[in-house]
């Protein structure tokens, strides 16, 4: 069967609007236009009209979801092979179904020769301006076949002038560094096949016109937490084609007779208003994947870096008193807890609490804590074990190996492979009997090692392992979330590297990276807020010089740092002075009064942290609270130096007529929006945390 080809279907976004066609062949989808309401009237932005010497007709065309046939020279998002080798699949369109609403759009094709159906999903969810894609296959043939390649979309979007590409790069401890690149013609590419997003890369990547930075901005971030990539291709037509989906790290899946196969979300976001802008955009996408879990997170305090492996039950309460009388809400004993586990090599897979370490038993010491008036989160790292434990002794064969082969140790443990129903009903089991065995809040789960090995001992391949992995892993946080909807989950994988749209959907808060080092810590967290909101931002005040950093900061400039999301202490607070744990009990204090704001406002990065300015706007939802915290990013007063000299910081999104008092000063909007609101630093005032309240 095929259906009228021509029609074009439009889905509204709050302010946005994404329209697509089936041109008169019907042999794909193309974009019209991506952008503000009316942006679909009149002339294709992207369109291609004319002839095309030496390609294809779909090499210039900007479709939606490509195959090899559409495209088979400038990348297609879909390459499927027959067993006996053969590729090219070109589809058919047969059907489409578009809500009343305008916010669910599915686009039928099949292929005539292999009987492969196609089905392109999108979704805009109500009151935001992203588009969610995604594409689910159906073999309804008779033979079996090979997806070689399994993209879950391109985005289109016009660049006359060139593309500006804003990209986040980094390793451990230095996650999240936004970098910009100017793609002139050919092909820009960033992912992962580490059997995880990763530390390298982030699933992200936004695209602007180099002529107008400040101007419209296009987001793209993929759902999945595998491995992955993403590719921005820039014609000779001006027009950039961003491909996104999964790597096929364990090569090529199958697709039996009969099977389905649907591929990862990936997400177009669309701003009139740069990155910042752009930020906000995900923001909201980000609240809405919550739903009624984005509720004020809990002051925490994590005692990793204060007591590393010593972990034992005298020590932890000296610090759960001290945190205690700070105002933490939530205290979380890190690694170090169960058997065997005195340091990294050995102990993870027996999730049992060491008795030498809480003689009177876990229970007592749990309750000893909550006494205290704190809730108690945990550690977890259950998808990976040590050869020293009694787990690996009993089930070696559920490590991913290769038969044969030596396995790789990182950080002196192994990976087990999530993908065996055995497996993930252990790991099911034992987090969920953890959190029914004992009083537990909060759960710090983490990951700190890529898979090594594309297989599984006596495995016939090819498998997906990745796939296996990831919807096992997902299924788990899901149950977990279900039957346990009052324990907040923060995901951690050594820091920031399991951090897509599909764990922001799962998880409460991330880690984004263990280098808590000021300095190092704000650009980390400019990235991370570029692409993620605060109510994810996990962020620890550690001891300063710290591990990471040895530039001095104050302690009044870690707390404004770690309040820009969710505010936590790591440091040794037993070795702090009466002075500084009555000014952190002030911080932390001020965070609760402004941590709604910091939750569910509206963001506005200002600056950044290479430059003179820069500081983190939230405006509250009724407009009445604007809360700015700002970091001094140059160097401190001292011997040779000149005194710091005062910045003013523009404010954005405030009502120009309005009046706004920081409670000395009174200041008009447009004042706040044009001269900016005036800040000094020296060396013992670098941050702020202003408040202004609206008059
Ligand atoms: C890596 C995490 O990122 C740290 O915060 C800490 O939990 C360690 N693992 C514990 O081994």
């Given at each position: 069967m095929t259906a009228a080809t021509g029609q074009r279907w439009t889905l509204r976004g709050a302010h946005t609007e994404y329209t697509v066609t089936v041109p008169a062949h019907g042999r794909w989808l193309e974009l019209v236009a991506w952008g503000p309401h009316g942006v679909s009237d009149g002339p294709s932005p992207v369109a291609y009209d004319g002839p095309v010497p030496f390609l294809t007709a779909g090499d210039a065309a900007p479709i939606e979801y490509a195959t090899d046939a559409d495209r088979p020279f400038t990348g297609a998002d879909l390459v499927i092979e027959t067993v006996d080798g053969k590729r090219r699949v070109g589809f058919v369109h047969t059907d489409a179904r578009i809500d009343a609403y305008q916010r669910e759009l599915a686009v039928d094709f099949v292929d005539p020769v292999t009987r492969l159906r196609a089905t392109v999903h999108y979704r805009v969810p109500e009151g935001t301006d992203v588009v969610q894609r995604w594409?689910?296959?159906?073999?309804?043939?008779?033979?079996?076949?090979?997806?070689v390649r399994a993209g879950s979309g391109g985005f289109c979007v016009p660049t006359p002038h060139g593309a500006l590409l804003s990209h986040q790069w980094g390793q451990w401890s230095q996650e999240f560094q936004l970098s910009h690149v100017e793609l002139g013609h050919g092909t820009f590419g960033i992912g992962s096949s580490?059997?995880?997003?990763?530390?390298?890369?982030?699933?992200?990547l936004a695209v602007r016109d180099t002529a107008g930075p400040a101007g419209p901005a296009w987001g793209i971030a993929l759902a999945w937490t595998g491995s992955w990539e993403i590719r921005a291709e820039r014609d000779t037509g001006g027009l950039t084609r961003v491909r996104a989906g999964r790597q096929l790290v364990d090569g090529p899946l199958e697709l039996a007779a009969g099977e389905r196969l649907s591929l990862p979300v990936v997400t177009g976001a669309y701003s009139p208003d740069g990155l910042d802008g752009l930020a906000r955009v995900w923001h909201t996408h980000q609240r809405l994947l919550a739903g009624d879990r984005l509720t004020d997170r809990p002051v925490l305090y994590n005692s990793w870096e204060a007591t590393y492996f010593a972990v034992e039950a005298q020590s932890q309460l000296a610090l759960a008193r001290i945190a205690a009388e700070l105002g933490v809400?939530?205290?979380?004993?890190?690694?170090g807890w169960f058997v065997g586990?005195?340091?990294?090599?050995?102990?993870?897979?027996?999730w049992t609490p060491d008795p030498a370490k809480f003689p009177a038993g876990f229970d007592t010491f749990i309750a000893e804590v909550r006494a205290l008036g704190l809730n108690f989160g945990l550690w977890v790292e259950p998808e990976c074990v040590n050869p020293k434990s009694t787990l690996y002794a009993e089930h070696p064969d559920w490590v991913y190996a290769v038969d044969g082969r030596p396995l790789t140790p990182v950080r002196n443990q192994y990976l087990l492979d999530l993908g065996r129903p055995e497996v993930a009903e252990f790991v099911h089991s034992t987090v969920d009997g953890l959190l029914r065995r004992y009083d537990i809040d909060y759960l710090k789960w983490d990951f700190n090692r890529p898979r090594t090995e594309p297989g599984r001992p006596g495995g016939v391949g090819p498998l997906d392992l990745d796939g296996a992995h990831v919807a096992n892993l997902h299924r788990i946080f899901e149950r977990l979330r279900r039957d346990h909807?009052?324990?907040?989950?923060?995901?951690?994988a050594g820091g920031g590297g399991r951090t897509d749209l599909a764990m922001a959907a799962r998880a409460d808060v991330f880690w984004p990276s263990d280098n808590t080092g000021p300095l190092d810590r704000l650009a980390i967290q400019y990235g991370f807020l570029h692409a993620n909101a605060p109510h994810l931002l996990s962020s620890w005040v550690t001891d300063a010089p710290g591990l990471f950093d040895p530039r001095p900061r104050t302690l009044g400039f870690r707390f404004v740092?770690?309040?820009?999301?969710?505010?936590g202490i790591g440091a040794d607070i037993r070795a702090w002075t009466p002075a500084e744990r009555a000014e952190a009990a002030g911080w932390i204090a001020r965070y609760k009064e402004i941590r709604e704001i910091v939750t569910r406002g509206e963001v506005h990065l200002i600056g950044g942290p290479d430059q003179a300015r820069c500081a983190v706007q939230y405006t509250a939802p009724d407009q009445r609270r604007v809360v700015v915290l700002a970091w001094h990013t140059g160097r401190l007063d001292g011997a040779g130096l000149l005194p710091s000299r005062p910045v003013r910081l523009p404010l954005r999104g405030l009502d120009p007529a309005a009046r706004y008092s920081d409670g000395e000063r009174h200041y008009?909007?447009?004042?706040?929006g044009g001269v900016g609101l005036p800040v000094q630093w020296s060396a013992t005032h670098d941050a702020d945390l202003i408040v202004l309240t609206r008059d």
């Open positions: 594409v689910e296959l159906s073999n309804d043939g008779t033979d079996e076949l090979r997806v580490q059997g995880v997003p990763g530390h390298l890369h982030v699933p992200w809400e939530t205290f979380v004993v890190d690694d586990r005195n340091d990294d090599t050995a102990g993870l897979g027996d909807p009052d324990v907040l989950i923060e995901a951690c740092l770690a309040m820009a999301g969710v505010l008009s909007g447009s004042h706040l």
